[in-house]
């Protein structure tokens, strides 16, 4: 442990060189502050990824593991992500960041092959925990487009743009001397090119006999031994894909007219079948119209009835405007299958792996644009299966992220009771089919939650320990508000036009479940946790009228409105009287005048069902003031053991009773810096506008006086309202004009400069750097407190740091964290007793201050710097300048390995970790520079080293800044590979055994080897050597499978082994060389001579 005196300035402190560090003693200063123990080092930090969850961005390719069931899906920007059962899920990346065209495993080999938009192949190998890439192999003269492997084959087939198919070693990653050149695959009769190879696959019975679809709608069945075409199977129509019939005497091709025809392979001059599955059959019997492209189609067959073929795309045109759709045509019965989003790819999933026996299919899984769906073949109807994994994250556009690590124990089930009754029914009763892999061994226990708010006004909760993610909860607070039917309800008063109901921050309190959200129509709604449902008879609304002290032009009605009188702390004056605040407000709105008086949204006034989870306590909207829209919120703090919710813009702060449903406090943000005590202010507006329902307070009849006060600063005669009210610290109107709330922290501290006793009070920080304290006096509890009114002082500006404030904190003297007072949940609906049992407060009470001594440490954190102050003496003893060149985007105070730091993200990309309260650099690490205002506004620490942020539009990632996570991210992580007996090959049968008709298996080794098929040409493609050899080892080594990894990685690392063997050997035997001629020479010159003469 290091002992640090905060008498005395910290020596040997080196910072990043984007950012300094000073730390200062005051002369007031108490001695028993002198030594605080800090444990924190640089060694308990490091960074790195941890797991990511949701919807793979930009999906273009998939794959399926029948065996080891499990799913690959590459992107559009290079991702690749591994799905097995619940919870097991892995990412990688390619680092070209080129599009993955295409994916095939090696089956029960866990391994992967992935072609890349920009000509490169990749071996990946999945029998690690974090897959790397053994070989990869760069093309510099063709372009890939189609690839296919067959099952326990170590022959990969690759078909270029040029129309010529290339054959790949998959174990050495080496081009065989084999080539299938187009022009010989193609008759010598055609003259045109036949386009690129858009399918490739051996027959099923016969491996020696290869089908090439080429684009022109050209298909051949070419002989691999005899290095000939059998067969030339020609339509006027392009060709999508091909598939094969088990028992490989057929297949069938889809085309760009929406036709699919089926071919005998003996009988090339004539397609055995043409249908056009979505086409209008004329009654002439003249050719039906043409469809869209039949993209993919997929024939499978059963062993005790009809075949199914499984199809995407083909619509006809008429159906403009129609969701994209998948068809599964079974014996006479078509069944054409809607999907929410364009398809992507569909595989159908099958029994067994073997492609020459009966297929056996049960499921299809459709992968779109922006989900995954399983389709139950089983059942009738072809209900889909219910998605374990967390890719819903999406569903409406991701707003504002929070992460809460190491939550109270029962939070969690109490989520998913509730959330569990919020299911959709009619999902296939069947397994989900991908459950390969196994969970990781982690040892972390403690509970996470994530919390997202949504676009459309929705909330969700997520279950995120052990590095899983799994939905628990979801909140539709646009349930609060009537629906705009039609365009001429919606152009009221909405000052968004997309997305009203939009979730801009939220507050929540894990301890009491209350919730406080605010939403783009400058809306809060207070929530509070019930297990019963209840129907709301009228909802609870609070409307604020919130407006800037002046303007910049010479408006005559530059201030704000009355606020109730306030009262001194701990007096018993009650706030002015206001109607009820359920009536509707008499806002104007005509077309006239100027909109006044009116909030953005209509809260419904028809009874609301509230099912058991969160329920409206309380909701309320800042009003449009002379024409001018209320001004986004962007601040937001609740407290339950204060009854209190305090909410900021760039107008000012208001502070709402939730209790009384009154409000106590709306102020200025110049105000504020004026200390007051009691708290009163003028009335302040100058025109007599109609009372809003349950409002701050009306503006009384402008009288000369206030009309005096409310000219504009432009204004010719003398206007003393803003020295009034402001303090000697803020001398710029244009700073008054811009400074906008930015952060809450509420606390039990010293209220003024040198207090003795501590009460609840609320830090306030602005986006100029100023940080005020204020006052707050609450009531008794019990009845008392929901009768007397709450008492609130500004007390003035407190201290001052660069750049806009970003979060507050209070440490003991001690350094321990003091967490803001709660109150213990109950349930609102329950009976009075239960609600007593729960309801005492929990006592915060930090330790009295003696005359003269600091018992607490205020840690404040801007854009550019952090300080520590000293409580109640106000002095400075710690600051750091973070960054100069930068800001922080993204700043907590987080507790970490038994102690408290500081974690900021910035947005040049670093994160930064500081000790507390002596702010020593302990990590900085240039991890992530900002390419996204959605990374800024979604980024968050949480406590014990954990983090998160959207990645993309559709993906969660979590980073953990801890080392012991880290280090244990090995055991943590899922496995992916797991030991499976491969299925025994289908039986041949007597009479196919003895009279042939069986699969003919070919010696592709003897075929495409060097021996027979020579080396290919060295310019065609670059082997690069891949990063997991050794990694690979290691990784897997710590898993089950640790011993099967090392013997395939040892196998792969064989032919570079032997090879340095063989360079020993001819070193050693040119050295053996060498010394037998010396011998030789040696023997020469001494032949002659006698013993003695030597």
């Known amino acids: 442990m290091k002992k640090f005196n905060i008498r005395k300035v910290l020596d040997g402190l080196t910072a990043a060189s984007s950012s300094s560090s000073s730390a200062t003693a005051q002369p007031g200063t108490p001695r028993e502050n002198d030594a605080i123990q800090e444990t924190l080092q640089s060694d308990h930090f490091q960074l790195c990824k941890t797991v990511r969850h949701g919807f793979p961005y930009q999906p273009s390719s998939m794959a399926f593991d029948p065996v080891q069931k499990i799913l690959a899906v590459g992107t559009q920007t290079g991702a690749l992500r591994l799905f097995g059962r619940a919870g097991v899920e892995c990412y990688c990346q390619h680092e070209s960041g080129a599009a993955v065209i295409q994916l095939q495993f090696l089956i029960n080999e866990g391994a992967l092959v992935s072609a890349l938009a920009d000509d490169s192949i990749h071996l990946w190998n999945l029998r690690q925990k974090i897959p790397a890439i053994l070989h990869s192999l760069k093309f510099s003269r063709e372009r890939i487009t189609y690839c296919h492997l067959p099952f326990q084959s170590k022959w990969l087939y690759i078909g270029t743009e040029r129309g010529n198919i290339h054959i790949v070693n998959v174990e050495s990653f080496t081009l065989s001397g084999y080539v299938i050149m187009w022009n010989k695959a193609i008759e010598l009769s055609t003259k045109t090119h036949p386009g690129p190879v858009v399918h490739i696959s051996d027959n099923p019975m016969d491996e020696g006999k290869l089908l090439i679809g080429f684009e022109c709608g050209v298909v051949v069945l070419w002989d691999l031994k005899s290095k000939k075409a059998d067969c030339r199977y020609s339509y006027d129509e392009a060709i999508h894909s091909v598939a094969w019939h088990h028992e490989g005497k057929q297949f069938v091709c889809s085309h760009s007219d929406g036709t699919l025809t089926t071919w005998n392979i003996r009988i090339p001059a004539k397609s055995a079948q043409i249908i056009t599955p979505h086409g209008k059959q004329p009654k002439d019997g003249k050719k039906p119209e043409p469809c869209k492209p039949i993209l993919k189609v997929e024939y499978k067959t059963t062993r005790a009835g009809d075949p199914f073929m499984v199809l995407s795309g083909g619509l006809s045109y008429d159906t403009v405007g129609r969701r994209a759709c998948l068809t599964v045509m079974h014996g006479k019965s078509t069944a054409v299958l809607e999907m929410d989003y364009p398809i992507v790819d569909f595989l159908t999933l099958c029994e067994t792996p073997y492609p020459n026996d009966f297929q056996e299919p049960y499921a299809v899984l459709v992968l779109l644009e922006k989900d995954l769906v399983l389709i139950d073949l089983g059942q009738i109807g072809y209900p889909i299966f219910e998605n374990p994994y967390p890719l819903t994250i999406h569903e409406s556009p991701v707003t504002c992220c929070e992460y809460f690590v190491d939550c109270p124990a029962e939070l969690i089930p109490a989520l998913y009771s509730v959330g569990s009754r919020q299911k959709r029914q009619g999902y296939s009763k069947k397994e989900w089919p991908i459950s390969g892999g196994n969970w990781g061994q982690g040892t972390q226990s403690y509970p996470e939650i994530i919390i997202t708010g949504h676009a459309d006004g929705s909330i969700k909760f997520w279950d995120a320990s052990a590095l899983m993610l799994q939905v628990l909860y979801k909140l539709k607070t646009a349930k609060v508000f009537e629906r705009a039917r039609g365009k001429e309800e919606k152009a009221n008063a909405e000052i968004v036009e997309e997305d009203p109901f939009a979730i801009q921050t939220l507050s929540w309190c894990p301890e009491s479940r209350m919730l406080c959200v605010a939403g783009v129509s400058a809306h809060v709604i207070i929530y509070r946790f019930s297990k019963q449902e209840v129907t709301t008879e009228v909802v609870q609304l609070l409307e604020v009228r919130m407006q800037c002290e002046f303007t910049d032009g010479d408006s005559p009605d530059p201030g704000g409105e009355q606020t109730p009188t306030l009262p001194t702390p701990g007096s018993s004056s009650s706030p002015q009287e206001s109607e009820p605040p359920t009536q509707p407000s008499t806002g104007s709105n005509s077309s006239d005048g100027p909109r006044d008086n009116i909030p953005c949204l209509q809260v419904r006034s028809s009874p609301l069902k509230q099912s058991p989870g969160y329920q409206v306590e309380l909701v309320i909207q800042l009003v449009w003031v002379s024409g001018e829209p209320p001004q986004p919120i962007t601040s937001l703090a609740i407290n339950s053991s204060y009854g209190l919710v305090v909410f900021g813009n760039s107008n000012g702060l208001a502070v709402v009773d939730y209790l009384q449903k009154t409000l106590l406090l709306n102020m200025g943000t110049s105000e504020l810096y004026s200390p007051s005590d009691p708290y009163q202010r003028q009335p302040r507006s100058p025109r007599k506008v109609r009372q809003p329902s349950g409002a701050t307070c009306d503006s009384n009849d402008g009288s000369n006086t206030s009309e005096d006060r409310c000219k504009s600063p432009t204004s010719d005669s003398k206007d003393n309202s803003f020295t009034r009210s402001r303090s000697s610290s803020v001398t710029s109107i244009d700073r008054e004009s811009r400074e ?207 983090a998160l942020y959207l990645t993309s539009p559709t993906e969660i990632q979590r980073i953990t800044y801890s080392q012991e996570t880290c280090d244990n991210r090995q055991e943590m992580l899922s496995e992916l590979f797991t030991p499976v007996e491969t299925p025994e090959a289908p039986n041949r049968g007597f009479f196919k055994g003895l009279f042939g008709g069986g699969a003919q298996s070919l010696d592709r080794e003897d075929l495409f080897g060097e021996t027979g098929a020579g080396k290919a040409s060295r310019s065609l493609a670059q082997h690069i050597p891949g990063p997991g050899g050794m990694e690979g080892m290691k990784g897997a080594a710590s898993g089950v499978v640790g011993d099967l990894a090392r013997a395939r990685i040892a196998l792969d690392e064989r032919g570079q082994k032997l090879g340095e063997l063989e360079d020993r050997t001819a070193a050693m035997m040119s050295s053996a060389d060498s010394f037998s001629k010396h011998a030789h020479d040696m023997m020469l010159k001494y032949k002659d001579k006698k013993w003695y003469q030597l």
């Open 740 to 946: 906008a709330i930015s952060s809450f922290h509420f606390c039990e501290s010293y209220p003024r400069k040198m207090d003795s006793v501590v009460g609840p009070c609320l830090l306030v920080g602005t986006t100029q750097g100023t940080v005020m304290m204020v006052a707050l006096s609450l009531p008794p509890g019990g009845d008392q407190r929901l009768q007397q009114p709450v008492g609130i002082a500004s007390c003035g500006s407190m201290v001052e740091l660069k750049g806009g404030i970003l979060t507050m904190a209070l440490l003991d003297a001690t350094g321990a964290l003091l967490p803001p007072s709660y109150e213990p949940w109950y349930d609102p609906n329950a009976s009075e007793e239960e609600k007593e049992k729960s309801r005492r407060r929990r006592p915060a009470s930090p330790p009295s201050s003696q005359e003269g001594q600091d018992s607490q440490f205020a840690v404040l954190c801007s854009e550019k710097q952090a300080k520590v102050v000293a409580m109640p003496s106000q002095t400075r003893i710690y600051k750091h300048n973070i960054t100069e060149t930068s800001f922080v985007l993204r700043a907590d105070v987080v507790q970490m390995a038994g102690a408290n730091c500081i974690a900021c993200f910035c947005a040049n990309g670093h994160i930064m970790t500081l000790s507390l309260p002596s702010l020593r650099p302990l990590l900085d690490v240039n991890y992530l520079p900002l390419t996204d205002m959605r990374i800024a506004r979604t980024f968050c620490f949480s406590n014990l080293g954990q």
